[in-house]
């Protein structure tokens, strides 16, 4: 790890959400940084979505509904958030909510691999000021130039993140080439008073499904799809929880702007 570049990522690559200054892992410039992960999430809090990878399709959605981005090239996410008031999820002190999933592109940051087009390889790099990287508290990233378990364990949970995202990320390919997303908008009126529109999502229609070949099906099914896309029909069902917990939020914000 200690060949990996220690100089930002390209400033031509357009860096993913969190992410402003990605910098090659490296004991010579990092053998006393510390990973703490108790100071929790409020580098989330603004976020209304975040990626998700597809192993995550069963267990988020049970607690956010998962959409489709538009355009050229969809891809899966889980929605945090309905308007202004950002991640729903993430508390005042920044913890997350209990009993609610965290997803792993949350759990991966500060880590993520950078792909470096002009020397055609992969480096670990991570967000240098990240809040969660110390000196002083935490499990320390290098011990005598050398990974210690906890960066490895870091590192392998990124690179199996970045696995389950290229499926993911396929499976909305495929969705899209077979004809069965749609563009849709969601207006949410609060019975508090206001309310939120979101834009730019797709999800699957039921009945494009259903036209879909046998073949196209029963490849679906072989590549581990099918389950998938059940959840993501069965994730509709945590809109109402997230336009509740909106409307909570709102009323606490406008409760504070009136102290």
């Not at 993140?161 to 609060?190: H, I, K, M, P």
């Amino acid at each position: 790890m200690s060949d990996t570049p220690a100089a930002p990522a390209p400033a031509s690559a357009p860096l993913p959400q969190f992410y402003h200054r990605v910098v090659g892992v490296n004991p010579a410039l990092h053998g006393g940084l510390r990973l703490d992960r108790s100071v929790g999430y409020a580098f989330a809090a603004r976020a209304q979505s975040v990626p998700l990878g597809l192993g995550e399709f069963d267990v988020t959605s049970r607690h956010y509904p998962i959409l489709f981005t538009t355009g050229a090239h969809p891809a899966p996410v889980a929605l945090l958030g309905l308007n202004e008031v950002g991640n729903l999820f993430v508390l005042p002190d920044g913890g997350w909510r209990p009993d609610t999933y965290i997803p792993a592109y949350i759990r991966a940051f500060p880590f993520i691999f950078v792909e470096d087009e002009t020397a055609r390889t992969t480096y670990v790099g991570m967000e240098e000021t990240a809040a969660c990287l110390r000196r002083d508290t935490g499990t320390a990233l290098f011990e005598d130039g050398q990974p210690t378990p906890a960066l490895n364990e870091a590192v392998k949970f990124c690179s199996a993140y970045r696995d389950n995202l290229t499926a993911s990320n396929a499976l909305g390919r495929a969705l899209a080439d077979a004809g069965v997303l749609q563009e849709e908008e969601a207006t949410v009126n609060f019975t508090t008073g206001g309310s939120a529109r979101v834009r730019g999502f797709q999800v699957v229609k039921p009945e494009k499904l259903d036209a879909v070949s046998d073949e196209t099906f029963l490849d679906w099914r072989r590549r581990g799809w099918i389950a998938a896309i059940y959840a993501h029909l069965h994730s509709a069902g945590q809109w109402g929880r997230l336009i509740d917990l909106a409307a909570v939020a709102g009323v606490r914000q406008e409760a504070v702007g009136h102290a």
